[in-house]
């Protein structure tokens, strides 16, 4: 070991000792934490027992259970602050820094040497030992090359002079690799990591955040970013260490609760869950749209993208007639403005088959309202309207035979549960009950109003669609009488909803990131925008893998994006170097791209993709050869096919011979082994080998590229496209020195 690298191990040596000094004695905290709350949740649990039902004690109780329940409250959140310094401090004692920066401040005579880590530490004497990568001073590590670099700080731009930046792969407590570099954050750690198998969880790049991807990850100032990468360019691991930095950033006043992402779907969730944890965050919500539109429709199937793409595959092109044009959200919020009240669709409110509130009454206390008023401030007043109309109502049945029968008729547990909730007055105990069962009856009536179900907004809808369009008015109608809505139906018809009632928006959320943007339409990003004001948007796509749409250049996308939804500040960070895959690998899949497009390949060599192509009498047996020979050298091999159709056929040809697991929209959870899965799946994921199943050129036409790229794309270290039958010609259009190829009478070891 150099004298140098001697050095830094005794420093990391003491450092450790330090952390772990510390750890001991957070970890003795934490047990007495983790005792004194058991003690005061089972001091509490004997509370809340005490029976409520004497009078006397009543009040007092409340009162020390709900002092009781902050103690317990308090107590908790105390033993999670020191649970999470347990786990950070675990983390740093294993490797507690991956960087440092010499750095010298204008008039200082001596450089600073500040080390960098997933998080601070700070000795006993208040010594940053360690700081921590999102720390504003660290930015001149991925930002800076060596001489006078700028750095922003809360009071401005403050200048340095960089002399050194050194780079460590620590483990266990141990230099495993260490180098000086002037680069940005040099190539040999990346290539080191970048080399690794894939993981069933997607892992932190703190280390080696590179500095176009900095520019996203510490932006503050856009209230759109719009990120279109290639293929593998660390797009999602952008945008989950922005998600860390501006928790660190914001920490006074931006929780994770008030950031969500929207994922492709559910194995990418779980895939990228561990990132956030790993750097010492709370994780992110995660909802897919399709989940986000289910929860909005209740009682209705969304149909799912995932079927549409399906059904896109195999259907004939009359079969996707009728489907909702572009345009209609912002068509339906005019439509809803500009409505006038004839038109409104009221319904009665109805109870045990008697009309209580005629959808007369409703629209007339609707009309009695200013005219100038929204829609929405309407509609909410007009609730309150009903709200008072039906305590009314129900006042006037107080005294009638139907409520004494059944005040008479109460069961024990009955008057014992209200007699809580009621006076204690004896004349007035009857009174209470009967407005208790008369509310009681009243309950859906009330629900009902609460639920804005006064006004049929699915009748609203097709009204509105049948001035728009009667062919999509008619399809809508026969979906909801088999209580579906098809994806295209549902932004405008929230868009409408929300119009008239006011409802729908969450004021919460202050960052929205939306994963795999291309396949959302503007239509679904209008909504998204209307439906969470105050969010900043973090967009990231490529439009290269739009399954679902038509690829557009990326400042197309800005300038549509701009246009309709109105953003004030909005920017673009383009992402051409890809990471994932082999310099092969991506040298290859660039020529897929009919654009012509240049990706940067990351300098990681491998072996050349493989294009197989076998007689459709055989294809099965080569197949299974194939999969045997790179099952070895890759610990996740997936075969990726166009549908799930074709997966589910697939798994029942191989699964007598070989453990396969098929994913399917349901599943969370990447296995290792071979997985059969389909593309729209494989969105996001990244996979040791890949087998594009079925290249030949009757699946993949040419104007199916873009399905082939994505799929190709998820191939880390090993590429093979297998074709029944002629390759496709986007295979063949591309150079023959890119790739391997093997035919029927080849082996395909
Ligand atoms: N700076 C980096 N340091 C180390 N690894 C990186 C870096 N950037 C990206 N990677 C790795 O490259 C791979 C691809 O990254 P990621 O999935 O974030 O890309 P993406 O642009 O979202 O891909 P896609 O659009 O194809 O799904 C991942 O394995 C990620 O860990």
Known sequence: M????????TRINQVILKIK???????????????ERAAVEQNYGQNAKINTLEVDDQMETNAEVQQQKQLVAKNVQTE???????????????????????????????????YIGTASFVDSQNNFLVYDWRAPISSIYYNGTLGSVNYQTP????????LKKRQFKIKQGKIRNMFDTNETVGDSLLQDLLSEHSDQYMHNIVATIQQEQNSIIRDTTHDLLLVQGVAGSGKTSAVLQRVAFLLYHSRQDLVADQMVLFSPNYLFSNYISEVLPSLGEKNLRQVTLHEFFSRRFEGLQVENLFTVFEARQTASPQIQNHRAASGLVQKAAVYAQTLPVEQICFVALNLAGESIISARTIKKLYQSLPVSWSPALKFTATKKKLLRLIKKIGERQLAKDWVTDKLQNLSEEQIRSWSRQVSQEPQLIEKQLRQKIVKNYYRPIYEAIYNDYFIDSYQQYSDFLLKIDPAVAKSFANQLEYHQISWENCAPLLMLRDTLTGSGINHQIKYLFIDEMQDYSVDQLLYLKHA?????????????????????????????????????????????????????????????LPTG???????????????????????????????????????????????????????KSLQSQLKVTRLTANSNKLEHGVIVLPIYLAKGLEFDGVIVFNTSQTAYPTEKWSLLYTACSRAMHQLVLFSIGQPSKIISQINTQKYLISNANTSVS
């Open 597 to 651: 497009q240049q990706i940067q390949p990351f300098n990681r060599h491998g072996q050349l993709p493989q294009v197989v192509s076998v007689q459709p009498d055989c294809w099965q047996i080569k197949l299974l050869k194939l999969i045997k020979s790179l099952q070895h050298s890759n610990q996740t091999l997936a075969v990726i096919t166009q549908t799930q159709a074709t997966a589910i056929k697939l798994e």
């Open 532 to 592: 969470f004001p105050k969010a900043k948007f973090t967009l990231l796509g490529d439009s290269q893998q739009a399954l679902y749409t038509v690829a557009q250049t990326p400042q197309a996308v800005l300038t549509t994006l701009k246009d309709q939804l109105k953003f004030k500040k909005a920017k673009l960070i383009e992402l051409n170097k890809s990471y994932r895959s082999t310099f092969e690998i991506t040298d290859f899949i660039q020529q897929i």
């Open 155 to 162: 009071a401005g731009q403050q200048q340095v002079e960089l």
């Open 2 to 9: 150099n004298s140098e690298k001697q050095s830094e191990q």
């Open 80 to 114: 999670s602050i020191l649970q999470q310094q347990v786990k950070q401090l675990r983390r740093l004692s294993d490797s507690p820094y991956f960087g440092r920066i010499d750095i010298c401040e204008p008039g200082d005579q001596q450089p600073e040497k500040l």
């Open 21 to 35: 000094q510390k750890l001991t004695a957070i970890t003795a905290e934490l047990n007495e934490a983790h005792f």
